[in-house]
């Protein structure tokens, strides 16, 4: 599993203190507000002076970013964040630890397929599996039909709701 995984990218300037305006690739803003420390894909860390959620962009303050000349060099760049540096609750995974897993049948062992994308909707999650064919499925994320998640082995289990792969 990857070590640092992508949280959000800077997207534009904010003022003429050297704020940056960062789109957040995670569940919400404020999850993106609590790391005083992020990194750049080298792994090179970042420290974070401070940050506030404003609508659905995140105002960010990097230490040693002062001036707007400096903070747009920074557009364009991707933050990541140490998975060390969150406890997830059980039952909750990084997209990331998904994409790629096979998809299998739970009782059968037939293979559906690969996950490649998540969606989020208002109820639930709902999951992007390739067909060997190339079409494409969407199982939705609940327990009913996720048995087990296993992100070291690379396979989800699932039983199929009734007229899903029809």
């Not at 003022?15 to 609590?34: A, R, S, Y």
């Not at 996950?115 to 709902?126: I, M, P, Q, R, Y």
């Not at 599996?129 to 996720?146: E, F, L």
Request: charged share 30%.
């Amino acid at each position: 599993m990857k070590k640092y995984l992508e949280i959000g990218k800077i997207v534009s300037v904010f003022g003429l203190k050297g704020e940056v305006k960062v789109q957040p690739w995670c569940d919400t803003p404020d999850f993106l507000c609590e790391f005083d420390t992020l990194y750049w894909k080298s792994g090179t860390p970042v420290e974070i002076s401070s940050s506030r959620v404003q609508k659905n962009i995140v105002v960010m303050k990097i230490a040693g970013c002062d001036t707007v000349e400096e903070a747009q060099k920074l557009r364009g760049r991707v933050l990541y964040m140490d998975r060390d540096d969150v406890e997830l609750e059980e039952g909750a995974y990084f997209v990331q630890d998904l994409i790629g897993l096979k998809v299998i049948d739970a009782d059968t062992g037939e293979e559906y397929g690969e996950l490649t994308e998540v969606s989020e909707t208002g109820a639930n999650d709902v999951y992007h599996v390739r067909r060997p064919d190339g079409r494409m499925c969407y199982i939705p994320a609940i327990p009913d039909v996720v048995k087990e998640t296993d992100t070291e082995g690379g396979v989800m289990r699932i039983t199929p709701l009734d007229g899903l792969f029809d």
